[in-house]
Nanobody
Framework: QVQLVESGGGLVQAGGSLRLSCVAS????????MGWFRQAPGKEREFVAT????????YYADSVKGRFTISRDNPRNMVYLQMNSLKFGDTAVYYC?????????????????WGQGTQVTVSS
């Protein structure tokens, strides 16, 4: 079992930056693929970024590529999402998630543990 708690959300102007953090409790954090997803009002939850166990592989949604960076610190059980050049369309609740997989995965249903989410609001 893994518990995930996100933090770092807030209100930011378009063009600004935020850094989301996710702390994991439980065992064997470094064996999980970690991902970030988001859900805007009235829309389905969508993939944002994922990172493999040893940070060797990362993948991003096209909508955030070049602006967002996912990273992890296994000894501290942490995963981060650095978000730069934020746009109004990035407004959503952002969720941290963990998957048991041999590779970084983008499919929502591969992820078995989820945090409660943190709100990111970008003002235009």
């Amino acid at each position: 079992q893994v518990q995930l708690v996100e933090s770092g959300g807030g209100l930011v102007q378009a063009g600004g930056s935020l850094r989301l953090s996710c702390v994991a409790s439980g065992r064997a954090f470094n064996t999980y693929v970690m991902g970030w997803f988001r859900q805007a009002p009235g829309k389905e939850r969508e993939f944002v970024a994922t990172i493999s166990w040893g940070s060797g592989s990362t993948y991003y949604a096209d909508s955030v590529k070049g602006r967002f960076t996912i990273s992890r610190d296994n000894p501290r059980n942490m995963v981060y999402l650095q978000m730069n050049s934020l746009k109004f369309g990035d407004t959503a609740v952002y969720y941290c998630a963990a998957a048991r997989s041999g590779r970084a995965v983008t499919a929502l249903d591969e992820y078995i543990f989820w945090g409660q989410g943190t709100q990111v609001t970008v003002s235009s």
